[in-house]
């Protein structure tokens, strides 16, 4: 439980200096952030039929999860 906060709050942080929102995130954005992202990237990495072996693995399918959860998220709000 403690890795996938640390995980989520890693994952969270890199894709919010992706998509420009680091400075609008806190710490409990990150994380949630993060923690969705990374249930998202899960999912696609499932249905592309990838595995996340490795913590460098998890972080990175967790990233790519957050920045498809932010980059949506930007789509409904219409922020940049």
Known sequence: MIWSLIIGALAGWIASMIM????????????VVGLIGGVIGGW???A???????KIA???ISVIGA?????????ITGRK
């Open 20 to 31: 420009g929102k680091n400075a609008s995130m806190g710490a409990i954005a990150n994380i």
């Open 44 to 46: 696609i990495a499932g």
């Open 48 to 54: 592309l039929g990838l595995a996340a072996s490795g």
């Open 58 to 60: 998890q972080i990175i």
């Open 67 to 75: 920045v498809i959860l932010l980059a949506i998220v930007n789509l």
